[in-house]
């Protein structure tokens, strides 16, 4: 019985020695490498004979998808999977899982702790410190405005697993919730009580715009400036989701134009970190910060745990715990 091949492309954990030993166990032939730009040459070069290729962000074209002789399960180790070509997958009969439970309170967490600091103006109450501290006498001008969060409506955009979690943990800050998931299911509707509202419905009467929703086609640039003109002038704007929803150039112009007030974003679309002369970074009314809301002690464990699970899932012949192309089904030869 041949061994099946398990190749990871790029990682983010400080080693694998955990999978090294987990795989070990298995009987699995592994090798991991740090390709996160990596060609499709070079990819393939590591896994074109691969059963099982473990993806952190490069990007598996069709090109790559091509090359891959033996791969019947590719997995994306974390929630989005939009650098991993689908449709070509599922046409060459290849599996692709990703792992959307793990992360969730983190992310949930960062998404509440980017709706106080904008709300309170963090950065500028942080401003106002130091610049008070020379001068020797407070000098609260440039927060003004502030406004309570308390009575104001916070809109949702997706109510997975994320989304929910974010609406159950602002349950008493004492807000009206609006969301807008055409694709929510009704047993979901009823489980919380909640009705959904149309997209610009839910912009144009929110005063925090916080999304949830995965990146495709439907939500590429979903935030762009029609959306943004539609939105209160006192509106924030928070995504912790994925960076091509929002069109951040546009973002930034609106921020910089009052068009809204504050923005939150913790992911980026053109460049992963952007360049430091991107301009929402250096724009006073965007608090940034670094692609890390999936990040805590216990949600790094989680995601490798889960992997190492659905791999040994794989080789008792069982699906993956959770396909993105569920159509497709496999079958390993262990012949």
């Not at 499709?40 to 070069?45: D, G, K, T, W, Y």
């Not at 009969?93 to 309170?120: F, H, K, S, W």
């Not at 009704?186 to 997209?199: D, L, M, N, P, V």
Request: glycine content about 6%; proline content about 5%.
């Amino acid at each position: 019985m041949a061994k099946v091949k398990v190749v990871i492309t790029d990682y983010i954990e400080p080693d694998l020695k955990w999978e090294e030993e987990q795989f070990e166990r298995l009987g699995v032939d592994f090798s991991y490498h740090q390709l996160k730009f990596g060609s499709p040459e070079q990819i393939l070069a590591v896994a074109a004979d691969a059963d099982i290729v473990i993806v952190n962000m490069a990007k598996i074209s069709p090109e790559v998808i091509d090359g891959l002789c033996r791969c019947k399960l590719i997995i994306r180790h974390g929630v989005g999977y939009d650098n991993v070509d689908i449709a070509a997958a599922t046409r060459r009969g290849i599996v692709v899982a990703n792992i959307p439970d793990y992360c969730v309170t983190e992310v949930a967490e960062q998404t509440v702790m980017l709706i106080l600091a904008c709300q309170r103006k963090l950065l500028v109450q942080s401003h106002i410190l130091r610049d008070s501290s020379v001068k020797g006498e407070w000098g609260f001008a440039p927060i003004y405005p502030v406004y309570a969060l308390r009575g104001k409506t916070l809109g949702i955009i997706g109510l997975g697993r994320i989304g929910t979690t974010v609406y159950e943990m602002m349950q008493g800050f004492g807000l009206r919730f609006l969301i807008a998931d055409p694709h929510l299911l009704e047993e979901r509707k009823r489980r919380y009580g909640i009705e959904t509202h149309a997209f610009e419905e839910v912009l144009r009467e929110s005063d925090v715009v916080t999304i949830h929703a995965p990146l495709n086609e439907e939500t590429h640039h979903m935030f762009d400036e029609p959306q943004f003109k539609m939105m209160k002038k006192t509106a924030i704007l928070i995504n912790t989701a994925r960076g091509g929803i929002v069109n951040l150039r546009a973002l930034d112009r609106a921020l910089r134009e009052g068009e809204i007030a504050h923005a939150g974003i913790d992911v980026y679309e053109e460049k992963e970190p952007p360049d430091p002369d991107f301009p929402l970074l250096h724009n006073e009314n965007a608090t940034c910060t670094p692609h890390l809301s999936w990040l805590s002690e216990e949600s790094g464990w989680n995601i490798r745990e889960k992997i190492v699970q659905d791999v040994k899932r794989f080789i008792q012949g069982q699906e993956p715990r959770h396909p993105v192309n569920p159509e497709i089904q496999i079958r390993f030869d262990q012949t």
